[in-house]
Structures are given as C-alpha cells and as structure tokens.
C-alpha cells in the first residue's frame, strides 16, 4: 500500500514539479504588469520622442524655448504661509510676480520668483479652482473644475477678497468627468485666444476664440477647436496638469503630473524638447512629487509648483535671445 502512494506521488506532475507552475504564473503576472505600467505611463513613446526631439537643439535658434537647457536653481522651497493644494501657475508681466489659485478654501496666491508669498486672496464662489492665467491689466482668468467653467476676474493690486458673482463666465460640457475636467488655462494676447487644458478621460488641449468681443460686430462669435500635435503618438504623456502657452517664440509647454515631465510643442503640433522632472536631471536632487503649475517669466527663468506647496525655479544656461531686455 505504501509503494502503490509513493508511485501514484512520483507519477503525478503536480508533485514532481509544484514550484513550476506557479513561477510560471507569478511570471506572466510580472510580465502583464510591466506591459500595463508601459502602456498607462506611455514610456517606449517617451524614450522615442526623447531621442528624436535631440535633433531639434539648436536648429531653431531663437525661436524655441529649449527647455531640455534648463537646470533647477530654486528646488522644493516650501512657501511658508500655504500649506496644501497649490494648483496652477501664472506669470504677470506688469508686476513681475507669479500667481496661483489654492482650493478647499477657494483663493489666488501672489508669489514673488523667488518664493516668497506676497499675499492671499479669498474667492467667493468657486469650488475647485485649479488653474490661472493672465491676460492684461488687471484681468485674469480662472478655471474651476467643479463647475467646468472659466471665469474672468479682476484682481487690483490691493484687493484681499474677490467674487465670481456676476463676472463673465463659459461654461464647457466637453467630456464632463468628476475630478478629471479643466486643469490649466494659458492665454495668448497675440491672438486672443485661451488654450486649456483637460486632465484626461481623455487628454485634451482645446483652443477658444472669439473671447473678445469685435468693436466692429455685436455680441461674441466664439470657436472652440482642439488642439492636435502633429501625431498622435507624440502626446505621450499619461495626464495633463497645467500648461503655458509661450509668446515670444510661439510655443506650448504642457505639463504632465503623473509622467512628471515637461514637454516643448512646436506651433506645427511636433514635439521639440522635453524636460523630465526626475531626479539626477537637470540638478534635480529628487523627483518633483506632484507639479501642477508651470509658467515662464520676461526674462528666461521657468517656474514649476508642486502639491503641496513646492516652488521650483530652473534657469537656462545663458540669456536667451528671446527675453526681455530691462
């Protein structure tokens, strides 16, 4: 009886070999979970546009802002005076200083370049806000994700507190998703137009027009496009975060949180440079954890804000041709 067990024990497979099956298995888990991680975060995409956008250095000249140049000078600075739920990142040419909009409680904060926190202002009416841009004068516009609207507003150089009740406002019922709707708004004052950006479910850049009324025609005539790069493939990254449209050179910059990576779009919809907020790159110590602004400013330095409050600031290597001389 002990001879006919110990025969049946040997001639089955599972006994012979039970580590096998389940290496095997364990195996092709692995395997599934790195294709799916490759395919979510976009990565062989990214290593081609990586090689591919180095042949693009220098031919441009002036009329590129090459961001793959830049090294960080300023890295992880905590504001003090804010303390989470920094979101979007805007440059004003007048006052030489940034601006950004915090939520849970609505407000705008005045940042100085080097990080320091001028002042809060409290918004009555939004939500969610998670993206600002400036346009002119006093004017800026804000995005709040929780009503898939954009607002203009004024903030004077005094004010402390500001309401949305009864300013102009667009609302946009385009792939309305809970917590994955507008993230960033950048305007272009050369054409008069707001580039803003979806998070994702799916990515979108969409263009608005016509945002000024016509002194020669009654009302508005609004348009709304979207903005395509030049292959599909080359919107590589895995969500979109904030961006900014770059006048001087006619650029876009679009900011991923997730693939933590800035990359350089051409007018034409091509990728041209990138600039991964990794660590052991561009004087990174450590990776950005979460960037959710970016701005550039008159003069060439380029601005990065993280949640909760990390301020960035990253320097080209020389003057660039572009920038504005004081």
Known sequence: MLDMNMSRAIASPEARHPPSRWLRRFGWFVVAGLMLT????????????????????????????????????????????????????????????????????????????????????DIDGLKD???????????YVISDEASHSLYWVQISATDRRLSVAGVPRLTLGIDVVHNASLEGVSWDSNANRLFVVKEKLPLRVLVITG????????????????????????????????????EPTGKLLLLSDES??????????????????????????????????????SNGAMYVLSEPNLFYRFDPPARPVWARLD
């Open 260 to 297: 933590a990576l800035i990359v350089e779009y051409a007018s034409d919809g091509s990728p041209v440079d990138m600039l991964p907020l990794w660590r052991g790159l561009h004087g990174l110590k450590r990776s950005v954890p979460q960037p959710e602004g970016l701005a550039l400013d």
């Open 211 to 246: 945002l000024l009324p016509d002194r020669d025609k009654p009302g508005f005539n609004i348009g709304i496009n979207e903005w395509k790069s030049s292959n599909v493939a080359s919107l590589f990254m895995s969500d979109l975060s904030s961006l900014t449209y770059h």
């Open 38 to 121: 490759l395919w979510y975060f976009k990565l062989p995409g990214l290593a081609y546009y990586w090689v591919t956008t180095r042949d693009h250095h220098g031919a441009s000249g002036g009329h590129t802002v090459r961001v793959s140049g830049y090294r960080v000078s300023i890295e992880g600075l905590p504001i003090e005076g804010l303390s989470r739920n920094l979101s979007g990142l805007t440059y004003n040419v007048q006052t030489g200083t940034l601006f950004t909009v915090i939520n849970r409680p609505a407000q705008v904060a005045e940042v100085s370049t080097d990080g320091k926190l001028i002042r809060l202002i």
């Open 129 to 139: 806000p998670e993206g600002i841009t400036y346009v002119e004068g006093n004017t």
